[in-house]
């Protein structure tokens, strides 16, 4: 007679990522701490951003060397308040990017310049390397530009080129449709994202088999909440996207996000999460 072993339930590993690192330094300093406290295994790097100098630089690779695992990403800026580390950018709007929704219009009427987007591309890159001295783990976009027509041929263009081995994120989730139409901005994330992934795949370039993380951050909703639904939602290997920070003059210049940031560094710093974690069985690969 045999006996009835369960097996042991899978854990299921998941990519946590903090976006923007380089934006300001009180944001920079929330990412650092929630690095060292094993809360985040992922963050990706804004290059043009005024706190991705030498020192924020050497403070985020000192807090990565204090964690288990953190994998560190180029987060590609292409919209406004920011600026073109080219010189020749075009289209510009004073000098700075376009805004991101004019910049998704264009796209969509194909008026963009593929080649000249690439070229900044390729420049942002290399400015990762020679801040890290080393090609980005992971490659994503700011207001999720990567997705955008025409921004998606050059980001893969690009990344397939300048950085062979990293893997890039797409912003699709793995629900069903009538889940899906509940979050008009996710459902249009969803949508760009299933041409992306097949451009992606065309290429072979890797990328996450789900996303959680979007959200109306006007609303400022319980983030504890909002954790639990992105976690019922994501496969494993996914990636949840998350923008924890403390609010300073800089960011109050350059983002409308703001006061939630801190929301989201204070749950993710909590007790709360690491026992909504064990209680999904979900681990921070």
Excluded at 75 to 100: K, Q, Y
Excluded at 101 to 112: E, Q
Excluded at 172 to 199: C, E, I, M
Aim: hydrophobic share 45%; charged share 20%; net charge positive.
């Amino acid at each position: 007679m045999v006996a009835n072993v369960r097996s042991a339930p899978l854990v299921r590993r998941i990519s946590l990522c903090a976006d923007d690192y380089g934006i300001s330094p009180g944001v920079n300093r929330g990412i650092r701490d929630l690095i060292e406290r094993g809360r985040l295994n992922a963050t990706s790097v804004m290059v043009v951003g005024p706190a991705a100098g030498g020192d924020e630089v050497a403070a985020l690779q000192a807090a990565i060397t204090k964690a288990a695992r953190c994998a560190v990403g180029l987060h590609v800026t292409l919209s406004a308040p920011f600026r073109p580390l080219t010189m020749h950018f075009r289209p510009l709007d004073g000098g700075m990017f376009l805004s991101f929704s004019k910049l998704l219009r264009a796209g969509l009427f194909r008026l963009l310049d593929v080649e000249i987007v690439q070229a900044e591309l390729v420049v942002q890159l290399a400015a990762f390397r020679e801040k890290f001295g080393r090609n980005p783990d992971f490659v994503d976009g700011h207001q999720h530009v990567q997705l955008y027509p025409q921004v998606r041929d050059a980001f893969l263009a690009a990344v397939k080129q300048q950085a062979p081995n990293a893997w890039i994120r797409q912003a699709g989730r793995t629900l069903p449709l009538t889940t899906r139409l509940a979050s008009p901005k996710a459902f249009f994330l969803d949508a760009l994202s299933a041409q992306f992934r097949r451009r992606a795949s065309a290429a072979n370039i890797p990328f996450n088999p789900g996303f959680a993380g979007a959200y109306d951050f006007s609303r400022k909703p319980d983030f504890g909440a909002l954790m639990q639904r992105f976690l019922d939602q994501l496969p494993e290997g996914g990636v949840i996207m998350c923008h924890p920070g403390f609010v300073d003059e800089i960011l109050i210049g350059l983002d409308p996000l703001t006061v939630q940031r801190e929301s989201e560094y204070a749950y993710l710093a909590g007790e709360d999460f690491p026992r909504l974690l064990a209680a999904n069985k979900v681990t921070l690969s």
